[in-house]
Each structure stands twice: as C-alpha cells, then as structure tokens.
Nanobody, 120 residues
Framework: QVQVAESGGGVVQPGGSLILSCSVSGRSFRINDMGWYRQAPGNERELVARSVSNSGTYIVDSLKGRFTISRDNVKNIMYLRMSSLKPEDTAVYYC??????????????WGQGTQVTVSS
C-alpha cells in the first residue's frame, strides 16, 4: 500500500517563505505524477502545481514566480517552495500521487494535508 505524507506547513508572515514536502512510502511501486493542491475555507480544492514523469512540471499561472515544484525521484519526495506569501495563500495544502503498483494496478493517493497560514 502506498502512503503519502505532507510536512512543512505552519504560520508565516506576509512576504515570507515556506517549503512543503511530500513523502511517498510503500512497497514496489512506480510514481507517474505528483501534484500539490490547496483548499481554503469555503473554497473548492484547487490545483497548485504538478510534476509528471518524463514530461516536466506545471505551475498554475497565477502562482508562477512565487511557487516552484521539484522532485527527488530517488527518495520519492516532492517539494513545493513558496515565497512572497500572501494571506490569500492560506489553505490546507494536499499532495496527490498517481502511479502503479508492481502488479500493474493504478493507484491515486492523497495525503492528509498540511496547514499553511499567512498572517501578520
């Protein structure tokens, strides 16, 4: 079974920075793509960025220049580096991982989320 865990959230002042991590664990799996989503109170969950194996990365236009995404394919960890944070970035940030088990079965797993609060 594949497990996903986010970390790195917290409270930061406007203009500050945070690095979120998404760790993937389990046995005999291959990751196809990973993504960061966020959900603010009262809002739907929205895409922040995705990293697709052999295809590169994608960040939503409104966050380009402030957010970057990267992956360590050896350690199965994905990072979201956030800078110049704004109060409207406050949300629970979720990691999503899509891949295949050794038997060929597809998996699509979400983490529990990590809270990011931008406030003075």
């Amino acid at each position: 079974q594949v497990q996903v865990a986010e970390s790195g959230g917290g409270v930061v002042q406007p203009g500050g920075s945070l690095i979120l991590s998404c760790s993937v664990s389990g046995r005999s799996f291959r990751i196809n793509d990973m993504g960061w989503y966020r959900q603010a109170p009262g809002n739907e969950r929205e895409l922040v960025a995705r990293s697709v194996s052999n295809s590169g990365t994608y960040i939503v236009d409104s966050l380009k220049g402030r957010f970057t995404i990267s992956r360590d394919n050896v350690k199965n960890i994905m990072y979201l580096r956030m800078s110049s944070l704004k109060p409207e970035d406050t949300a629970v940030y979720y990691c999503n991982v899509v891949g295949y088990h050794a038997n060929g079965d597809l998996f699509d797993v979400w983490g529990q989320g990590t809270q990011v609060t931008v406030s003075s």
